[in-house]
Structure formats: structure tokens, C-alpha cells
């Protein structure tokens, strides 16, 4: 289809500008630090997305698995393993957290996987908080040579990959069969669509996301104190971000993170610690009057632009 | 005296009567009669406020129905008894009676009403602290029925009332329903038992497909050859 | 010793079910699952705090007053955040009530942190440190007040439930609103009142916190994971068993603290709640199976 041209077309320009960037000019040492959180929360609010947007499945604990991902890394890290094996355990890691919380309860319905992702994260809040209580440190040759350049690159790299994910998910059977799911989970159960199969299959991607997210963070920050990782923060960011993006959509993560990033950068010299508020409420209104989020108020504006006299249809 | 004026109601997107129109006068009972999916339930549910018409009107005494919440109805003195009776299952006999006077009105008058209904369904009496879950259908339908009257109702709706019931109950059933139509309750049967309900009936509606196909005197349609004929095999 | 252990975890168990009442009954009655549940009890535990603080008001009696401002926000709640949702089909609306309550735990606790700081506040009356003996089990004063208090508040609600026409029209709504609108029932009506109980319930659990441990505006979360620990093991939607379920609770995590250790306290009660979504997803005590 012409539109989806144009769409890839675009997409890649714009990761291909992303990618050149760093070897075009310098960027401030803070700008970099901003695009690679930048890309942790789109990887995290794809992840979500999957679960929530396209499954209809409500993931409250998403920082369970984000801070599974960083501690894991930073162990396996720490005691001399390769990075990318130590990001690839954080990953599996989060994936077996996945498996102990999701096949309980995606087996009923939406509301005991809510309640039981919550209840992992901040339970592992508290007690990884109690097992390490202070900042794990890596080896001093870590610090040696330390540049953001790679950093920007792995994560950009995964916010691309996961992004593309997303997209193929979505496009495919699975994605089908999640929408429906979504919709009305007992009417697609009586359809004989088996859901739980497809829900473990979408939470096992979602979950190794999310612990992917993890490995860069740690990769970024290098020094951790692991139980911050697990704090609601990590969850409400990200779910912020692709509701008030728009759920259910790929590029409505994206917009939401760059959204909340941004400006969280503007408000905080104004708002101080205010600025959380304003999110939730905004957020709050988002689900209540329009659950589309951006992408749904772009949508809008198209289409009311379309009515007027003087517009042509696309 | 009720007035249905043309209504099309849709569940969603999908359209289940077509430009319906009904009346009941006052002291009357009334059958609406159909096979199964006929729309006889939805013109019921829409009366009583849980569906609301896309177009055309509903008014009792003068009163728009169709513009008022499904709980106001009470208070008018329009009363439901839903197919598959809805009881409350884990509320005991008494209590679901109790429910039934739930607006202000039936509930000063309440411990006088539960009496009269303990004289028309003396069983319910016996029961009177047993789960409404527990009971036997039958129970359940007269309690059901019992539950309505305790709103002191001016219309009384019953839909589908001899739904899984034995001949000899519902025909005990027809000489309760006489007796409260004498005592003044105007009375809309809803049933695809067509014999027994034109039997009981002053006036009928005929429904299929949505659409009401045939109307008049109960003894008239009782005999019409389109009943013999679309309902033979239905008795 | 055992007997000490004992002890402790059917105090720390009335707190539990004290703590889950509130939730059990919106869920129970509207299904709205209140994720902001636990930064109610904070709320409730600063306006207890705060009326001892300022005025000397025993925490105790503090209740009704506490009850009082948060049932009008309860109400509140329920007028701009529920009531939007009651149109759309039940999957959504819990979907979208947990959503909004988790957006409005964040507003609430934030908003809380500046106006109160994170600093810890506890509530501390003259007998605070007072104990009973009773057969070599020590017992803090307090402890049995709250025990006290969770019976009180578990008795009158039932008392509420079965002997007022407005808590049987309250159980008729839970077996079967459509049919309760037919008796006339305003549900939206009942929804309201239910959601005003129900936070105010949690302002009580509030100020048994400030007592027996303290309270933060971001220590709410911790608060509501007991609750939602009570809520599975009772059963989603059971009002009832709450308090048997939160002494149940209390015992199993007071007697895993002496095996185990504390500092994996929290992850008895996820346990708990993995196994009883593997092998009796519908609660303890509900005889349906309302699960898949």
C-alpha cells in the first residue's frame, strides 16, 4: 500500500539520522544521557503496549521484570561475563519471572494478572530491597574508557528492534487473535481461540522486553542500587507514556515517551517534583475522555480537517 | 393505560423490533404471544427501562417511559417479572420479598403485603428463610411473582412465566394470575405457551420476526386460522 | 514462644483484614478494583494524625471523624472516576478503574509527598507503649484496640448489609443489578454510597496503621498489596471472609518470619497468592468458581 511506503520510508530515515547523529557532532554529555533514557522507555512502553494495547492485558508490576533485567545484568555483568550474555540472562531472567507470575493468572481473567504483576513487583521491591541493600558497583576497568556512544547504540538499536517487534506482532495471526482477545476475552474463548496459549506467548515476549530494557539501563548507569529499579516509578512511566501515546498503536509509545520526556525535562525546572502530578492527571483524563491517546487525537484532527470544505481526502 | 407508539429497538448495531406498537387499558390483560426470538422479550425489556427505543415513544398514563431510567419504573407502578425469573440467589425468600418493596411507598406497607403474598403462595411462607437459589422452579416463580406484587404494582409484566414448568403448575398458576388481575393489577403476559395465554387473556398481539403480525380479541385469535396454522405443534 | 508468634499474627491479621475490607466491598459490590486503596488508608492515617497532633484527639475515638471525611471522598471519587466508566462492559471497567486509580495513586501520593513530605508520622497516645499479659503471650495495648476495632467495623458492616433496606438493596445489586433495578434500585445510586463506605473504610485501616506502624504519603502501595494478598485469598468479590482471610495472613507470615526470616516477609505473601491462583483461583472461601 502507498501509505505503509511512505510510513517505512520515513521510519528509516529518521533511525538512520538517529544513527548517524553521534558520528556528525558532538552531542552534551546530558543530551545523550536523555536519548538513551529516551530509549529505555520506549522499549519498556512497547512492552507494555503488547500486553496492555493489543492483548488487553493490564501489566500494573512492569518494573518487576524492568529491575529483574537490571539486577540479573549486573550480577552476571559483575562477575565477568560478557555483556551481552549478561543483558541475555537479564532478559531470561525476566522471562522465568514471567512464567512464575503469568501462568497462575492469565489462565483467569484480566483482573488476577493485574493483581498478581503488581503484587511481584512491589513484593520484590521490598525484598530485593532487604537482600541488597546497598549499590552494586562493577569492576573498575568498566569505568575505564567509559563513553555513552555505545550506550546510545544498544539502546537505540533494541527501541528499533522492539518497535519492530510490536509491528510484526501486530500485523500477524497473533495479532488477530490478540485484538480479539482484547474485545471480549469470554466471547473469544467460546470461539475456541485459545487464549491463554496466545496471552503466555505475547507476556514472554513482552517480559524478555522489558528485561532487555533492564541490561541497557545497566549498561548506562553502570552502579546500581537494585531495589529503586522495582519501584512503581518504573511501571507508571512507561504505561504513562504509551496511554497517553496512544495504546493499541506502534507509534503511540514512541510519541509518549518523547512526550514524557521532554517535557518532564521542561516542568521539572518549573514544577519541581509537581510535575508527577501533572502527568497522572493528564493521564487520567487521557483514559477517561480519549483512550487513543495522541494517536487517536491526530486521527481526529485528520479527519475533521478532511470535512472541511476546502480539504481534499487523502 | 399503557401506549407503545412505533418503537425500534436495536441490541448494538442490530435491529430486533420493527416499529412496534402496543396498548393496555387499564383492569385489562393482555397477552403478547410469539415463538421463541419473536421480539416478545425486548418489547418487555424495553417497557420496563432496560433497553431504551431508537425511535417512536412509550407512555403510561400519559407519562414517557421511554425517557426514564429502568429504576423509576417502580415508582410508577409498572412491575417486571423477567424471564428466568432473576432472583437474588444467596438472599433468603423473605429478603428477596423484602427487596420487592424496596421503594418507599410498598415499604410502609410492607409487612401487610408479605402477608397477602404468603396467603396467595403459601409455600413461599415455609420457606421463608431458605436461599432463593435453592428453591425448585416452581417456588422460584412464585416467588418471583411474589417479589413483583410487593411493589404494589398498577401493571404487572411477566415474561415467559411458565418457562420450564409443569402443565399442572402453570395452570394453578393462570387461576393466581386471575386473581390478581380481579384485585385491580392490569396484567401484559408475555409466553410462547400461546393456548394457555389467549385462554386467560382479553386481548392479544401476535408477534414474529420482530414485528407485530396479528392483533384483537384473545377468543378471536384464539380461533384465527394463522394461529392454528403457525402454531400448531406450540400448545 | 510459639504461642507469642501466635498471638502477634492475629493482631497483625486484624490489621490485614481491616486493611482489605474496603477494597473487598467496592470490588465485591460495583467492580472497580481501587488501585488507589492504600493511598486512602495513608489519607485517613494523616487526618488521624493530625487531629492527635493538633488537637489531641485519641486516635480511637479519632475514627468516626476520619470515616466521615473519607466517605466524602469516597464520594467524590466515585462522581468524577467510576461513574464515567459504568456504561462500558465489565472487562473494560475494570480494566479502566485500575488504570485510573493507578493514576490516581501516583497523583495522591506525589501531592502527598509535597504537602507532608515522606517524612515517616506515627501516631503515639499516652498508653502507646502499654502491654497486656495474658499466659506469657505479651500484647501491645494497642494491638488488641486494633483488633478491637477490626471486629467493631467487620460487625457493623454486616449489620449494614443484612438488617437495613439499603444493604439488602446493596446484596441484591451484587447477586443481580439488573434485576435490582427492577425493584426499583438506583444502582448508580448504590455505587456511590458503596465506593463512600468503601474508601472510608480504608481511612480506618488508615489510622490503625498510623498506630501500629507509621505512615508516608508513598507507603501506600505497600499497604494495598496486603489488601490485594487478603482479596485473592478470600476469593475476588467476597466480603465476608476478609477478616478470617487477613488472620490467616497474619499467622502464615508471622510464623514464615520465625522460619524464614523477615527480610522475605513479602515474598510469603506472593507466594501466597501464586498458589492460590494455581490451585483455587476462586479464594478459600467462595464456593463458585468465578475464576477463568
Not at chain 2, 88 to 106: D, H, I, K, R, T
Amino acid at each position: 500500500m502507498a501509505g505503509n511506503w511512505k510510513r517505512f520510508l520515513a521510519s528509516g530515515i529518521i533511525v538512520a539520522f538517529l544513527v548517524l547523529l553521534p558520528l556528525l557532532t558532538e552531542i552534551r554529555t546530558d543530551t545523550m544521557s536523555l536519548l538513551i533514557m529516551l530509549c529505555i522507555y520506549v522499549i519498556l512502553a512497547q512492552s507494555w503496549n503488547l500486553m496492555g494495547g493489543y492483548a488487553g492485558q493490564i501489566n500494573l508490576g512492569l518494573a518487576a521484570f524492568f529491575g529483574c533485567g537490571v539486577l540479573t545484568t549486573r550480577l552476571i555483568w559483575g562477575v565477568g561475563a560478557p555483556f551481552y550474555l549478561a543483558i541475555l540472562a537479564g532478559s531470561i531472567a525476566a522471562v522465568i519471572l514471567a512464567a512464575i507470575i503469568g501462568i497462575p493468572s492469565l489462565r483467569l481473567r484480566g483482573v488476577y494478572f493485574a493483581i498478581g504483576t503488581l503484587a511481584l513487583a512491589e513484593a520484590l521491591r521490598i525484598v530485593v530491597g532487604n537482600v541488597f541493600p546497598s549499590t552494586l558497583y562493577p569492576s573498575p576497568d568498566h569505568f575505564v574508557g567509559f563513553s555513552l556512544v555505545p550506550r546510545y547504540y544498544v539502546g537505540l538499536a533494541l527501541a528499533v528492534v522492539t518497535t519492530a517487534v510490536v509491528h510484526i506482532v501486530a500485523n500477524s495471526r497473533l495479532g488477530l487473535a490478540l485484538l480479539a482477545i482484547r474485545d471480549d476475552e469470554e466471547a473469544a474463548k467460546v470461539t475456541g481461540v485459545n487464549i491463554f496459549k496466545y496471552k503466555v506467548i505475547v507476556f514472554i515476549i513482552s517480559s524478555f522486553m522489558a528485561g532487555l530494557a533492564g541490561g541497557v539501563f545497566t549498561y548506562y548507569r553502570l552502579s546500581i542500587m537494585p531495589y529503586e529499579q522495582f519501584t512503581a516509578l518504573w511501571t507508571f512511566g512507561p504505561v504513562m507514556a504509551a496511554a497517553i501515546g496512544g495504546a493499541g498503536t506502534i507509534i503511540g509509545p514512541i510519541a509518549g515517551c518523547i512526550f514524557l520526556v521532554i517535557v518532564e525535562d521542561w516542568f521539572a525546572l518549573a514544577l519541581g517534583e509537581a510535575h508527577y502530578i501533572v502527568f497522572g492527571i493528564i493521564f487520567i483524563l487521557v483514559i477517561l475522555f480519549l483512550p487513543g491517546g495522541m494517536v487517536e487525537a491526530v486521527d481526529r484532527v485528520r479527519k475533521f480537517l478532511v470535512r472541511l470544505p476546502s480539504s481534499k481526502a487523502d | 393505560m399503557l401506549e407503545i407508539s412505533k418503537i425500534d429497538v436495536y441490541y448494538g448495531d442490530l435491529q430486533a423490533l420493527w416499529d412496534v406498537s402496543l396498548t393496555i387499558e387499564d383492569g385489562e390483560i393482555v397477552a403478547l404471544v410469539g415463538s421463541n426470538g419473536a421480539g416478545k422479550s425486548t418489547t418487555v425489556k424495553t417497557i420496563s427501562g432496560l433497553l431504551k427505543p431508537r425511535s417512536g415513544s412509550i407512555s403510561y398514563n400519559g407519562i414517557r417511559l421511554d425517557k426514564l431510567p429502568a429504576h423509576k419504573m417502580v415508582e410508577l407502578g409498572i412491575c417486571m417479572v423477567p424471564e428466568g425469573r432473576r432472583l437474588f440467589p444467596e438472599m433468603s425468600v423473605l429478603e428477596n420479598l423484602e427487596v420487592g418493596a424496596f421503594v418507599s411507598q410498598a415499604r410502609k406497607a410492607k409487612d401487610e403485603t408479605i402477608s397477602r403474598v404468603y396467603h396467595i403462595f403459601p409455600v413461599l411462607k415455609d420457606r421463608a428463610s431458605q436461599a432463593a437459589g435453592t428453591l425448585s422452579g416452581g417456588e422460584q416463580q412464585m416467588l418471583a411473582i411474589g417479589r413483583a406484587l410487593m411493589s404494589q404494582p398498577k401493571l404487572l409484566l411477566l415474561d415467559e412465566m411458565s418457562l420450564g414448568l409443569a402443565p399442572l403448575l402453570v395452570r394453578s398458576l393462570s387461576q393466581v394470575i386471575r386473581q390478581i388481575n380481579k384485585s385491580g393489577v392490569t396484567l401484559l403476559l408475555v409466553e410462547q405457551n400461546v393456548h394457555m395465554t389467549l385462554e386467560l387473556a382479553d386481548r392479544g398481539y401476535i408477534m414474529e420476526n420482530g414485528r407485530i403480525v396479528d392483533q384483537g380479541d384473545a377468543g378471536v385469535l384464539l380461533g384465527s386460522e394463522q394461529v392454528k396454522h403457525a402454531y400448531l405443534g406450540i400448545m | 514462644m510459639i504461642a507469642q508468634v501466635i498471638a502477634y499474627g492475629i493482631v497483625v491479621g486484624a490489621l490485614y483484614g481491616l486493611v482489605a475490607i474496603g477494597l473487598a466491598l467496592l470490588f465485591g459490590v460495583a467492580r472497580y478494583l481501587n488501585i488507589t486503596h492504600g493511598s486512602f488508608m495513608m489519607m485517613g492515617g494523616y487526618v488521624s494524625f493530625w487531629l492527635f497532633t493538633l488537637w489531641h484527639v485519641d486516635p480511637f475515638a479519632s475514627v468516626p471523624l476520619v470515616m466521615l471525611v473519607m466517605f466524602l471522598i469516597g464520594l467524590i471519587l466515585y462522581k468524577t472516576l467510576f461513574s464515567p466508566l459504568s456504561k462500558l462492559p465489565e472487562g473494560l471497567k475494570i480494566n479502566n478503574s485500575m488504570l485510573i486509580t493507578f493514576g490516581l495513586l501516583w497523583v495522591l501520593d506525589n501531592a502527598g509527598i509535597l504537602l507532608w513530605t515522606s517524612d515517616m508520622r506515627r501516631v503515639t497516645p499516652s498508653y502507646f507503649g502499654a502491654m497486656f499479659e495474658i499466659f506469657d503471650v505479651r500484647l501491645p495495648f494497642i494491638g488488641l484496640g486494633v483488633i478491637g476495632l477490626a471486629l467493631l467495623v467487620v460487625f457493623a458492616l454486616h449489620l449494614l448489609l443484612t438488617k437495613t433496606y439499603f444493604g439488602k438493596s446493596v446484596r441484591a445489586t451484587t447477586q443481580d443489578w439488573e434485576a435490582a433495578k427492577l425493584m426499583g434500585i438506583n444502582i448508580d445510586r448504590t455505587y456511590l454510597v458503596t465506593c463512600g463506605i468503601g474508601v472510608a473504610l480504608a481511612g480506618v485501616a488508615g489510622t490503625a496503621i498510623a498506630l501500629m506502624y507509621s505512615i508516608t504519603p508513598g507507603g501506600g502501595l505497600e499497604w494495598l498489596l496486603i489488601a490485594l494478598i487478603v482479596l485473592v485469598l478470600a476469593g475476588l468479590g467476597n466480603i465476608k471472609g476478609i477478616l478470617i482471610a487477613g488472620v490467616m495472613l497474619g499467622l502464615v507470615e508471622a510464623v514464615s518470619v520465625y522460619v524464614v526470616g523477615a527480610p522475605y516477609r513479602a515474598a510469603v505473601g506472593l507466594a501466597i497468592i501464586v498458589l492460590v491462583l494455581m490451585f483455587r483461583p476462586q479464594g478459600l472461601f467462595t464456593r463458585r468458581t468465578r475464576g477463568a
